[in-house]
């Protein structure tokens, strides 16, 4: 944790190398000094795996370096706010990976009233990690160019962050911390969860403040739910999850959510799912967080959170996922499962397979082949038979993918067999 500057860059991958070298030699040019800051310092100290996006903070003209960047690097400039000094440049590296480095002009930011988006004004590097959120995100490190090769210059570390991630601490910066912004709880929660950190008293203290103030009630819903999101793609969610109840945040964010043993346990089999398992994913982590939620509280969330449509879907889904897993006895024919099956999306029935071990086969099955079995003759092969499009043509098609899912028909013969002898009415069967 206590790597010399230099060696830091040494843990970059090559192409972050090459990208960052050319970023601070243009930086030399443009008489700015270039910072990598926040969680990529933080996670090269713990030796964590890189994001996609590096955050760099220019002390100088960001808007200019991000132009000139994207021209000598032939990225792709976007996100530009001329108002707060950002900009992206988008970067395909080497093995078709895409960069994405993120430059802001350092700046302090005032809070006009809690939770409001903040107002912002240049200031040098020292005051830009003062409006951080915590200690470990509150660290900067100065990037040189020394012919053509990246170089580290000094290590800013104000809050005692490098100590704090040795020690597992979580610690706001200041006393109105989450007074001016309180989504930094749910940043905060996220972030313990991933590297294992325990909030100081004092944030402790200022967290629970913070919630029976009712902070949170001041920030739009759809910031929540940006964290909510940010969260699900975490590697373990449900670890978010615990904590948060831990924390009391969750009864403000998911009322009725709440952590529990049978929670626990399913969220760990999804965790340890191997590669031939059902795939997860932050939509079927979602399904299963929320799995035991009743219907009222599942149409909470719809009603308060801008959800997307898939995520909307799934929870209008569960009640009726939760009622079909009892149905799913044992014994009962492919087509029974099917028919059972069918109305709910993959993901749905991915989360059921997490929930429910003792259906877990059957819905193993039904992803890996059911779903996506045929009937061996399809419509126009029915009408070439001599049934009619309409009704029982519908029905036809029907009835016999049940009986090729049950193993009753296996070719085209004996599927046209079968059709004479289900629809012998029919003109020319
Ligand atoms: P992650 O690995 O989750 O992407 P990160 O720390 O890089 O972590 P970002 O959301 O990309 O997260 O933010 C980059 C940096 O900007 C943070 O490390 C932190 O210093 C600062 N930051 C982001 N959001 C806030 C906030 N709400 N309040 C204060 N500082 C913030």
Redesign the pocket.
């Known amino acids: 944790m206590h790597a010399p500057p230099e060696a830091l860059l040494t843990r970059l991958p090559p192409d972050y190398r090459a990208a960052l070298a050319q970023a601070a030699s243009l930086a030399e040019a443009h008489a700015a000094r270039l910072w990598l ?4 310092v ?2 090269l100290l713990c030796q964590a795996p890189l ?1 996609r ?1 590096v ?1 760099l903070a220019v002390e100088g003209d960001a808007l200019a370096l991000a132009h000139d960047l994207a021209t000598r690097l032939g990225g792709r400039l976007r996100a530009v706010h001329a108002v707060f000094g950002t900009a992206s440049v988008e970067v395909q590296a080497a093995g078709g990976a895409t960069l994405i480095l993120d430059l802001a002009g350092s700046r302090v930011e005032r809070y006009p009233s809690p939770g409001a988006l903040p107002q912002v004004a240049p200031a040098p590097i020292e005051d830009d990690l003062y ?3 915590f200690s470990v ?2 660290l900067a490190l100065e990037l040189r160019a020394v012919d053509g090769q990246l170089r580290a210059g000094r290590l800013l570390d104000p809050f005692g962050g490098r100590a704090d991630l040795v020690t597992g601490r979580l610690r706001l910066l200041h006393g109105e911390s989450l007074r001016d ?1 309180p ?2 709880m749910l ?1 905060g929660v ?2 313990a969860a991933r590297l294992a950190l325990r909030p100081d008293p004092a944030t402790a203290a200022q967290i629970q403040a913070a919630l029976e103030a009712g902070y949170l009630s001041l920030v739009s819903d759809e910031r929540i739910l940006t964290e909510l999101c ?1 969260s699900l793609e975490e590697p373990r969610p449900d670890e978010t999850l615990r904590l948060a109840d831990a924390w009391g945040l969750t009864p403000q964010v998911v009322p009725g959510l709440a952590w529990s043993e049978a929670l626990a346990e399913r969220c760990a089999r999804l965790a340890v799912a191997p590669g031939n398992a059902p795939a997860g994913g932050p939509l079927v982590w979602a399904g299963l967080l929320l799995y035991d939620l009743a219907t009222e509280g599942l149409t909470a969330i719809t009603a308060r959170y801008p959800l997307p449509a898939e995520a909307a879907d799934l929870l209008r889904q569960l009640p009726g996922l939760r009622a079909v897993a009892p149905l799913l006895t044992p014994g009962l024919p492919n087509s029974g499962i099917d028919r059972l099956l069918r109305p709910f999306s993959v993901t749905a029935v991915t989360v059921l397979h997490y929930a429910e071990p003792a259906v877990a086969a059957t819905t193993a099955r039904y992803l890996r082949q059911l779903r996506t079995m045929r009937a061996p003759l399809n419509g126009n092969d029915l009408q070439r038979l001599g049934i009619a499009p309409g009704p029982l043509l519908g029905q036809t098609l029907e009835a016999l993918r049940a009986a090729a899912l049950d193993g009753e028909v296996n070719t085209r013969e004996e599927a046209e067999a079968w059709v004479r002898r289900y629809a012998p009415g029919s003109p020319g069967a």
């Open positions: 800051v926040g969680g990529v933080r996670d994001g996006d955050d409006r951080r959120d995100n509150a912004d989504t930094r940043r996220r972030l940010l």
